[in-house]
């Protein structure tokens, strides 16, 4: 079992900046692919970016865009999403998630644990 806690939302104005972190716990010592999704009001659950143990990185289309940066402190065990030139269209509750097959999807189904969330809404 692994508990995922998500932090670092709030109320930016457009263009601003965020950090997004989520910290791991339980049984953190497996190998785990670590991703973000978000999704806005009456919106499915959308991938944003993920990252396999061996720090392969995948993104979603807009966070190709290279507005998000994601990363991850094995020794913390901890991952983050470096959000940039925020728009109102990101707001959304923005989710941790943990696959323990470490591959690194972009679909919901493909990752077993999942965090609360964190709010983050982008004022225009």
């Known amino acids: 079992q692994v508990q995922l806690v998500e932090s670092g939302g709030g109320l930016v104005q457009a263009g601003g900046s965020l950090r997004l972190s989520c910290a791991a716990s339980?049984?953190?010592?497996?190998?785990?692919?670590m991703a973000w999704f978000r999704q806005a009001p009456g919106k499915e659950r959308e991938f944003v970016a993920a990252?396999?143990?061996?720090?392969?990185?995948?993104f979603g289309a807009d966070s190709a865009k290279g507005r998000f940066t994601i990363s991850r402190d094995d020794a913390k065990n901890t991952v983050y999403l470096q959000v940039n030139s925020l728009k109102p269209e990101d707001t959304a509750v923005y989710y941790c998630?943990?696959?323990?097959?470490?591959?690194?999807?972009?679909?919901?189904?493909?990752?077993?644990?999942w965090g609360q969330g964190t709010q983050v809404t982008v004022s225009s």
């Open positions: 990252i396999r143990w061996s720090g392969s990185m995948t």
């Open positions: 339980g049984r953190t010592s497996d190998y785990y692919s």
């Open positions: 998630a943990a696959d323990s097959l470490d591959m690194g999807g972009t679909r919901v189904f493909e990752y077993d644990y």
